[in-house]
Nanobody, 120 residues
Framework: QAQVVESGGGLVQPGGSLRLSCAAS????????MAWYRQAPGKQRELVAT???????HYATSVKGRFTISRDNAKNTVYLQMNSLKPEDTAVYYC??????????????WGQGTQVTVSS
């Protein structure tokens, strides 16, 4: 059965950096779009960044220029490099992998979430 495992979260000071990883294994053979979301307590989940199968990327305005999403298709892995972190970036970060299905719409696999805390 498919598994999606996130890693890389933690505590970092403002201005610091973290790199999140999200790796899929098991029954996943290929992945279309990949994305990162985040959710802070009391707030709705928001889209942070996406990367399509052809490598096209999209970023939320709040992270533009600071975060970089990338993927390694051979490893079924998506990364989120986060630089110049701000306290406002504190949230649980979730990855989402869209997997193609025969004669069906893609199925979305979600990671378990990883906590990112930006604080002095």
């Amino acid at each position: 059965q498919a598994q999606v495992v996130e890693s890389g979260g933690g505590l970092v000071q403002p201005g610091g950096s973290l790199r999140l990883s999200c790796a899929a294994s098991g029954s996943i053979f290929s992945i279309n779009a990949m994305a990162w979301y985040r959710q802070a307590p009391g707030k709705q989940r928001e889209l942070v960044a996406t990367i399509s199968g052809d490598g096209s990327t999209h970023y939320a305005t709040s992270v533009k220029g600071r975060f970089t999403i990338s993927r390694d298709n051979a490893k079924n892995t998506v990364y989120l490099q986060m630089n110049s972190l701000k306290p406002e970036d504190t949230a649980v970060y979730y990855c989402k992998l869209s997997v193609p299905r025969r004669n069906l719409t893609p199925y979305d696999y979600w990671g378990q979430g990883t906590q990112v805390t930006v604080s002095s």
